[in-house]
């Protein structure tokens, strides 16, 4: 139970942290990706902010198996580089780029009532479930 | 760079960070957006959970826009055809990719995994690609 809740409280830590941070609003992307005209780096900030927290958390953390409530530490198995991670950040960033949105500020963006990024979860949904066959 | 906004970015970054250590500590997984919405919608292993960090997703900045008497900005383009390619390839490219800005980006990089890191500056880098290029059309100017 205990488990669920604490999805749902960093779930909304999260939504805050992103709304406080500018970055759902996509013209805010679209600023740092635009590095030769106008360029804002204020997602510098905004990842800096994050990994400075979590860096040294995850230091301290590394060597345990299970985490307080009890779970099994899950981590990436995926190590080194292969065709799969580089062309599929490199299709992610296209997308990235195209509209200034991702996965995050998406969902986050259901909240602002934008009918738009309904479509645009959709159109991801398929992404993902096509991925499967590539 | 008169767009930039480094309080409120580091701020909101900060929270964050602390929202990826809480979901670590205590359910002992990542935090990357892209893989709870997959796992959410296709997988039956920790659903529940995963669908409650979404609907927290959408939660938080209810309540912030509840308490906050600032406007909120949300600038998109309004043509349809960008949004859905783009939805396309992010939702593609992400779980191809297995990350997206907060897996690979944030939790990622606070690992020192080189392959999150390489990862990342892949996807900065095409976005830089596709920006530039768009602006070349008119487009983001």
Known sequence: MSEKLFSLLSGIIFGVGLVISGMTNPEKVIGFLSITHNWDASLIFVMGGAILVFAPFFYL?????????????????????????????????????????????????????????????????????????? | MYNLTPYSALSGGIIIGFSVVLYFYTTGRLAGISGIFANALTSKTNRTSNLLFLLGLVIGPLGYFFVSSEPVKFEITNSYILIIIAGFLVGLGTHMGGGCTSGHGICGISRFSFRSIVATITFILTGVITIFILQQFGIYL
């Open chain 1, 61 to 134: 953390m590394k060597n345990k198996d299970t985490s307080s409530l009890g779970f099994k530490i899950n981590l990436p198995q995926m190590k080194g580089l292969d065709k799969k991670v580089l062309i599929g950040s490199s299709l992610f960033g296209v997308g990235w780029g195209l509209v200034g949105l991702c996965p995050g500020p998406a969902v986050s963006s259901i909240a602002l009532f934008e009918p738009i990024t309904l479509i645009f979860l959709s159109a991801m949904f398929v992404g993902i479930l096509i991925s499967k066959y590539v």
